[in-house]
């Protein structure tokens, strides 16, 4: 099997290669980069995986997974440039950095696939878009399908998406935990011990994205199903409208596409 390299063992990095290791693969066909001894010690302890330097990683790899932080990656690009196996691919989980940008640092013809996951990885359960540079084909894009299924599902995308991709499923967890604290703060205000009120919000929010995941229906369909005429329900969804929450959404997730095309521009 290709052997992988990790460049990044922050909590994404490490996410991915656990992920990976129960997934199936061999220790020995995964590498990690990691500067700090300790920290790379503490790899070497837990996954049973050779930990190295970013350019001993890139003149070994056949594939590498670029996994800093986006203001880090002009750095990396720079180390490693000029050391990567010749038919090596370089996916980046990095937001905001486009595979131009890749390209034009790593050397002529390299493939580069670019990555927006997010942190529901952590429990198998992310959701990652990816997007093909210019040098990439096919068999890129399925080995970093392949990759990236080990924590979740994968769709792809055209890159001019990957900032809108970004606003909805990248950010998206934080939205979701701020209604559930809203809903549990709600919970507490209406007289439910904080125990009580988280336990019953996480199990609502749990229980009903497995509704829209196992029956396909339609978020609205759902909807109308607990909307009963002139009942609890259809009483806080028109508060809701009356706030104007729908828009509030829509508005906060341009909010969120805007400022990620800005941090690409500043690349």
Do not use: W
């Not at 093909?132 to 392949?146: F, M, Y």
């Amino acid at each position: 099997m290709a052997l992988v390299a990790i460049l990044g063992a922050g909590v994404m990095g490490e996410t991915l290669l656990s992920g990976l290791l129960r997934a199936g693969r061999d220790p020995q066909d995964l590498i990690v980069s990691e500067p700090r001894a300790e920290r790379a010690a503490e790899l070497r302890e837990r996954y049973s995986v050779d930990v190295v330097d970013n350019v001993g990683a890139a003149q070994r790899a056949d594939t590498l997974v670029l996994v800093v932080k986006p203001q880090d990656m002009g750095g990396l690009c720079e180390e490693i440039a000029g050391h990567i196996r010749p038919g090596a691919m370089v996916v980046s989980l990095a937001a905001g950095i486009t595979t131009e940008f890749l390209e034009a640092r790593l050397g002529e013809g390299v493939p580069v696939v670019r990555v927006m996951p997010n942190t529901p990885a952590l429990v198998d359960q992310g959701m990652a878009a990816i997007s093909a540079g210019a040098h990439c084909d096919e068999p890129h894009l399925a080995e970093a399908e392949e990759l990236l299924r080990a924590v979740g599902k994968v769709v792809r995308v055209p890159e001019k998406h990957q900032d809108a991709v970004t606003a909805i499923s990248g950010s998206g967890p934080a939205y979701l935990f701020y209604v559930t604290e809203a809903m549990i703060e709600a919970g507490v205000f209406l007289g439910l011990p904080r125990a009580t009120a988280a336990e019953l919000v996480v199990q609502t929010v749990y229980g009903a994205a497995t509704m829209l995941r196992e029956t396909g229906e339609h978020p609205s369909v759902l909807r109308e199903q607990v909307t009963s005429p002139g009942g609890t329900t259809v009483a806080a969804l028109r508060t809701l409208d009356d706030h104007k929450v729908r828009a509030a959404f829509i508005s906060a997730l341009e909010a969120a596409r805007d400022r990620s095309h800005e941090l690409a521009s500043g690349q």
